[in-house]
């Protein structure tokens, strides 16, 4: 908002340059609203998880809660190291298949973590490999931002992305908490499932067929 404020002297660029009546058309772009979408749906999941393990760990694995510390400091350098490997991997030509690898992994490494009667070694080396596995996919996410944006407006499409990262962090404990609550826990698995998957569908993934009809990416 205060952007239009700035001296011109400043090296924003032009295009980036709004005036106060225009600030929410923004919002009227579909592209950028897929954009939030797969940008919510990951993270929104991710900070409910957040809240949630912990407990799922020492009540039910019983896992020493001086433990839980050192796995999420391992995850955290998991995520880390995804980021820069994504920086990498993304710009090869197996880079969409990466992605599409890594968002499924994550499914199936939540799934070993909930699973009954699964052991608390297992459980942790599934959820410390998850956080590198899905910061892959959220790192594919944020560099969507400039082929979302229309007409330059890096800025404002970055913008978007942020806005829906703050709402997930309000959203993922009173969206999950109730589902992990249930009786059972398919309804829980099935949203992990459609949060985890949901930015292949909205994203473009750039994956394309060859003339001899085998998929490249």
């Known amino acids: 908002m205060l952007t239009p404020l700035l001296p011109k002297t400043s090296h924003i660029d032009k295009a980036e340059i709004k005036p106060f009546r225009q600030i929410f058309a923004i919002y009227k772009n579909p592209s950028l609203i897929r954009l939030a979408a797969a940008v919510g749906s990951p993270l929104t999941l991710a900070l409910g998880l957040v809240a949630i393990v912990p407990i799922y760990f020492i009540q039910t694995l019983h896992v020493a809660p001086a433990t839980i ?125 459609i949060a985890h998957l949901l930015p292949l569908f909205l994203l473009p993934l750039e994956l394309k067929l060859s003339k001899r009809g085998q998929v490249v990416a």
């Open 69 to 193: 510390g050192l796995i999420s400091t391992l995850s955290i350098l998991s995520s880390v190291l995804a980021g820069i490997f994504a920086g990498f991997v993304l710009n090869l030509r197996i880079g969409g298949w990466v992605v599409v690898i890594s968002a499924i992994t994550s499914v199936l490494l939540e799934f070993v973590v909930f699973s009954p009667g699964v052991a608390a070694d297992v459980a942790i080396a599934a959820k410390i490999i998850q956080g590198f596995t899905g910061s892959f996919v959220v790192a594919w996410i944020f560099t969507n931002i400039p082929k979302m944006s229309q007409e330059g407006d890096v800025m404002g499409a970055g913008g978007i992305a942020e806005q829906f990262l703050y709402i997930s962090m309000f959203l993922g404990p009173i969206v999950l908490f109730p589902l992990f609550s249930l009786p059972t826990l398919v309804p829980f698995l099935v949203v992990v499932t």
